[in-house]
Each structure stands twice: as C-alpha cells, then as structure tokens.
C-alpha cells in the first residue's frame, strides 16, 4: 500500500522527538499501520536551526504550506498556544485532512468547534499526547474503560508543579526556590505561570472530563488553583498526619452536574498516587465495573510525547479508508449523544478539608473553635496542636474535617476568623481519599 503523507507543524522537542522516533521504528511502525508513515513536510520557525535534525525532509517557514498541501493526508499540530494553531488546524479540517495534536491548550479551549467541524468534513483529529505525554490515557478513557459508568477520575497531570512539591516535601524548601531549580533544570518554563498556577493541568483535566462522562469540553468552568502559595508548612504538617499534598485535576460526577476543579489535594500516604514523585505524571480513574484503575509515567519530554503522538498516527493511518461512523467518536461518545451537563461552581463541591489556623494559646480557644464547625455540621477526623514555642503567645491547630459542602465550610472558616483569639487567616486545603 501507498505510503500516508504526514506533514508537521513544529519541529521543537516534540516535533523532533517524533520525527526521530518515527525514523527510528520505521520498520516495526509500518507493521503495525499497514503502511508506511512519511514525513513529507514540516513547517518550522527557524530553517537553519531546523536542518540539522530535518536531513532531507522538506521544510518552509509558511505553516499553510502544509496545511493547503494537497499531498498530506495527517496534519501534526505541534506548535502548541491558541493562534495560529487554531486557524491552522481549522483550515486542514477545511481541507479535508486529519489532524493529529498535542496542545492541550487548543483542545481544551477551542475542542467544541474543532470536532464539530471535523465531524462535518468526516476527518479525524486525534489528540493522545495533549494529556499526560506519554501514557495513554486518551485511549484508556475512550476505549478499554468504554463499558464503564466512569464516576471520577484524578491526576497528577503536570510534572513541573509534582516536581516542585516532591522537592518541597524532601527539602523543606519554600516554593520560589524550589521553581528556580526547576527553571534551571529546563522543567518550568521561564514563564511558569501555567504550570504553577494550575491552568495547565486544568486543560488535562477539561479533556479528560469531556470523554469520561459525554460532556463538551468547558474549560472556562473550571476551578483552578495552583501551588504558588502553597507554604511548607503545610506539607509538613500534613505529613505529621499522614498525607502527602500533590495538584491534582479531579473530575467527579455528582448528581446535579460534574465536579472540575485542579488544586493543591492532601492524599493518604498509602496510596499509590501519593508516591508518584518528580516529574513523573499519574491518572487514577474510578469505574463502576474496573473499579480504580492507575496509569503511571512520563507526561512530557520529547519522545514519550512522541509516543503518544505516532499512537494517534497509527490510528489514523488504519482508520483512513473506513466510513467516519466506524470510528470511534472524538469525545468517546456519538456526537448526538454528548450531554450539556453543567460544571458545578467550587462553592457546590463536596469535599474534606486541612484546616491550619494560629490561636491564642488559653483556655476555651479550642472549644470555641470545635463548636463552630458542630453549628456547622462539620465533623473533625483528626487535629494536631502545636506547643506554643518558648516566649510565644500563639500556636498552630490543625484540623482534618470530614466531606462538606465547599460554602459550608467557608461559612465556618468565616466565623472562625472572626474569633477575636484566633490571628489572621485560616489555611484551608482540600483533602481527597481517592
Ligand atoms: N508543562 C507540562 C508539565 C508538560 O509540566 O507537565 C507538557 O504538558
């Protein structure tokens, strides 16, 4: 059979990764497509940079040259951001190409009006590598858990931010030192501001929503919260009680609507995915027949992301010849039968909480503290309080609660605060048992 003609925009770390990954597994990769897949045109910013690495593959600086070239069957979207990459995957769908994508950005924001466009042209757009590099979760969602009611999943789904942390907690270091490590060791971008401030990981989560319950993709509503405040303090103390805190992407599906929300979560120790150190990413997903299940590795880097980039080419290749209702649908579920349920705000969230707050050290505080959270229905799972140090008027209590409604516990925290013995703000993490 003829080769299929990919043609790449972006030749950076995933681009290359791919493309030496692509060469590298010719043999084993055609096996397994059917055919073989050629490169046959990459778009690049920089063409003296790029050549090196390119070899003999054509290359332009004019993204639309691979895009309108009617030689290419896959367009490889690898450019990452919001524009050009949507007018250029658009106009490929207008084209009548599949398209392959790895920009979590793109898909989260914009993933409504792409596949509906690719629905109408009857062209695919496959997008593995935009959550969690390198372990397919994509699949795992839209297809081997398909028998499934999927009733919540959660992830460590952005490297950066779980390498922070687990430098955190080893160290003891506070956060802006441990970000300019992670800055020099190439793993926060210069501006990390998506990464630490959970937006990253909020686009993982969006995608991973959409397929696991049949619902449009709705990033804007999503809650999000990053680690950039997060104090040692707290990892330490949740340690003492037998937590880790990871950023998790939690999506959860509740009876009025779904739960979307990424922020800083106290996990028990125990579990799997509390271990899940460094850069490396992990997904747990709860199924009502599978039960939990965990997928563990690389979530970036140049060739795992390829690996997830030619999981979707091979896809595509042997899906090219068959009628568009073969496929499996975009968002797992047929198109007609993708349900607007509606993301609950943060205040509907049900969910325990860590709960620090720095009191006078006299008698009564505690009482007047624990009989707020009683007014408020909010049971208290375990507490620690600190010795007050030496010549200190003040000391730390902190309390693990049991689930609560979100609005029920800032209502507590409020009346908590106003305590005249108790200083400043109270800290409030969320915790989840998974
Ligand atoms: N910036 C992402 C991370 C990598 O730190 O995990 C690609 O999604």
């Known amino acids: ?183 020099a060791l190439g793993y926060a971008e210069a501006d990390p501001t998506f990464d630490v401030e959970g937006v990253d990981a909020a686009h993982k989560a969006t995608i991973m929503s959409a397929i696991a319950f049949g619902i449009p993709m709705q990033f804007d509503k999503a809650y999000i919260e990053g680690i950039s405040k997060l104090d040692s303090v707290d990892i330490g103390y949740a340690e003492q009680l037998g937590y880790r805190i990871k950023l998790l992407g939690i999506a959860r599906r509740r009876e009025n609507g779904v739960e979307l929300r ?47 980039v030619i999981a979707d080419l091979v896809d595509v290749t042997r899906l090219h010849t068959s009628d568009p209702e073969h496929r499996v649908p975009h968002l797992a579920f047929q198109p007609d039968q993708v349900h607007d349920v509606p993301v609950l705000p943060i205040e509907e969230v049900i969910t325990s909480y860590y709960l620090r707050m720095r009191v006078e050290d006299k008698p009564g505080v505690l009482a007047d503290i624990t009989r707020i959270l009683a007014d408020s229905s909010i049971s208290i799972e375990a507490l620690i309080q600190k010795e007050a140090a030496e010549g200190e008027a003040h000391t730390d209590i902190i309390m693990l609660t049991h689930q609560t409604a979100e609005k029920n516990a800032n209502a507590a925290i409020a009346r908590i605060e106003a305590l005249p013995v108790v200083q400043g703000k109270v800290v409030k993490l969320r915790m989840e048992t998974l």
């Open 1 to 183: 059979m003829k080769p299929i003609h990919v043609g790449l925009l972006g030749l950076g770390t995933v681009g290359g990764g791919t493309l030496t990954v692509l060469r590298r597994n010719a043999e084993e990769i055609s096996r397994r497509a059917g055919r073989e897949i050629r490169v046959v045109r990459a778009a690049v910013r920089n063409l003296s940079k790029a050549k090196k690495l390119a070899g003999d593959l054509p290359l332009t600086t004019n993204p639309f040259d691979v895009v309108d070239d009617p030689a290419i069957d896959i367009v490889v979207e690898l450019i990452g951001g919001l524009e050009p990459a949507r007018e250029l995957v658009m106009q490929a769908i207008a084209n009548g190409k599949h398209v392959v994508t790895a920009n979590k950005h793109l898909v989260a924001k914009h993933g409504n009006e792409i596949f509906a466009a690719a629905q109408a042209k009857g062209v695919m757009v496959a997008f593995e590598a935009a959550v969690a590099g390198g372990i397919p979760i994509i699949k795992a969602l839209r297809e081997g858990l398909t028998a499934n009611r999927i009733e919540w999943l959660a992830g460590i789904i952005n490297g950066t931010t779980n390498f922070i942390l687990s430098e955190m907690r080893d160290k003891g270091l506070p956060f802006a030192e441990v970000l300019k490590e992670a800055q």
């Open 262 to 308: 990424v922020h800083p979560t106290l996990i028990p120790e125990k579990r799997l995915i509390a271990n899940v150190e460094g850069a490396m990413n992990a997904v747990l997903v709860q199924g009502d027949a599978v039960g939990a299940t965990l997928y563990y590795g690389k979530g970036a880097g140049a060739e795992p992301t390829a690996s997830a």
